[in-house]
């Protein structure tokens, strides 16, 4: 039982497809992988981690190849491991622009790893979760390499069924751990944390035992996964993930590969960690949008959707496709808009080529439809739009915003539900 309820947490938190990746999947959006929350570099993880006295290998960071030489011979290790860093994944069987196979190489030279940075750093890594040109490396990681005797899995994450964090371990790590827990459940294992108590010492003892830890390093591997839940809460964040924990030949635990996801609503007091937020491999019409409050994912049809709330959104984009349409991205303006948030809405939209209408679809609940009103008004007399424009509003002052756009003079089509909204929305591209 505890081993299928494990397995439930792991699919939920670790890697669980939300709502939103569901959605990108059904409408095969082309684009960078959103980032909607702080992700680090793994070197990033791996400083916070130091920090809080989690044992990770020696290492660091280079910008240029000359650096990555120095860093390479001030380590003074038996091997070293030269890693590309990136924030997608599968880096090891990537291929850089340059010719350079692999984001990951091992030597035992540190002569070498001059010249292998110097065809990664500012070039292209392509690798099975990037966009098909890749993305622009900007910065190696040159560590030591340690031998590694056994391999484990350790989380800590947010679980909603247990209203606050839970442990997540099994003995078999370095793998795909949703395969672990499909194939043989029985090897994962849980432990609800109590947020008052903490991870009591039996616990983690318990989870160091049921990753296979024995003798002196079952000890070790208690302080780790203590010293790892201390700083799950120093940072607020909501997932700490180590894969592999492992054992060395020399009788250290050590966490080989880490990754740290974070609460957005702690910004406020976590400015240190997100000023580490590196932007550049965000796509940029997100960022922008997030300037504003916007939350938006480009698609690759041609219908922009102007949405508040992702239920709508989703919805609106469905009935889209149903009336043989497709959505050009999906732009929620979310609660207690202004008008300027419209109208920088509206210059994302235009500057998208592949729109060749926009629907907006605006419940307004806690929104005023009348303040929507006035942003299209001026979006569209100010950006000249060019495209045809389908509005249909309800809710919170809606008859003002319907006069407002009905004397404005401006070419706007009225629907009266989501359903015209779509056919209208459609029929004006199939007119053009």
Same mark, same amino acid.
């Given at each position: ?24 999947? =059904? ?99 392509t690798t099975k979760q ?59 294992? =849980? ?36 010293r790892l839940y201390d ?15 492992? %054992? ?95 109208? %920088? ?88």
């Amino acid at each position: 039982m505890a081993a299928s309820m494990a397995s439930q947490a792991v699919a939920r938190g670790l890697h669980g497809a939300s709502a939103k990746y569901l959605f990108l999947h =059904k409408f095969k959006c082309a684009r960078v992988s959103s980032r909607r929350w702080l992700n680090l570099q793994e070197y990033q993880s791996k400083k916070l981690m130091q920090e809080s006295g989690v044992t990770v290998q020696r290492f660091y960071v280079a910008d240029n190849s000359p650096d990555a030489l120095q860093a390479a011979k001030r380590l003074n290790a038996k091997e070293i491991v030269l890693k590309a860093q990136i924030l997608a994944g599968g880096r090891g069987k990537g291929v850089f622009n340059s010719g350079l196979k692999g984001g990951v190489h091992l030597t035992k030279d540190p002569s070498v790893v001059g010249e292998l940075a110097s065809k990664m750093l500012g070039y292209s890594l392509t690798t099975k979760q990037t966009p098909k040109e890749g993305v622009k490396v900007k910065t190696v990681m040159v560590a030591e390499a340690l031998d590694i005797t056994r391999e484990t899995y350790f989380a800590i994450l947010m679980d909603r069924a247990c209203n606050g964090p839970v442990m997540v371990g099994s003995p078999q790590g370095g793998m795909d751990i949703e395969e672990v827990a499909d194939k043989s459940p029985e090897l994962i294992f =849980k432990e609800v944390i109590d947020i008052f108590e903490g991870v009591r010492d039996d616990q983690a003892l318990r989870m160091a035992a049921n990753l296979g830890f024995k003798g002196p390093l079952e000890r070790q591997a208690a302080d780790q996964i203590k010293r790892l839940y201390d700083l799950f809460l120093k940072v607020d964040a909501t997932q700490v993930e180590v894969n592999p924990l492992g %054992e060395t030949p020399e009788g250290q635990v050590v966490c080989f590969d880490a990754k740290i996801n974070f609460d957005d609503n702690a910004e406020f007091r976590q400015k240190a960690v997100f000023a580490m937020d590196d932007m550049s491999e965000s796509d940029p019409t997100e960022t922008e949008a997030a300037k504003w409050d916007l939350k938006y994912i480009g698609l690759d049809g041609n219908i922009a959707c102007f949405v508040n709330g992702a239920g709508l959104a989703m919805a609106t984009c469905d009935i889209i496709d149903l009336h043989g349409g497709k959505p050009a991205n999906f732009l929620d303006l979310g609660g207690g808009v202004k008008e300027k948030q419209v109208y %920088e809405a509206f210059k994302l939209l235009t500057a998208d080529p592949k729109v060749e209408a926009i629907l907006v679809n605006i419940f307004g609940g806690i929104v005023n439809c009348a303040i929507i009103a006035n942003g299209i008004t001026k979006a569209c007399r100010e950006l000249e739009l060019k495209v045809p424009l389908v509005v249909r509003l309800e809710g919170t002052n809606v008859q003002e915003a319907k006069r407002i756009l009905s004397e404005s003079g401006l070419p706007i089509v009225a629907a009266n539900d989501l359903d015209d909204a779509a056919k209208k929305a459609v029929a004006a591209i199939t007119r053009k």
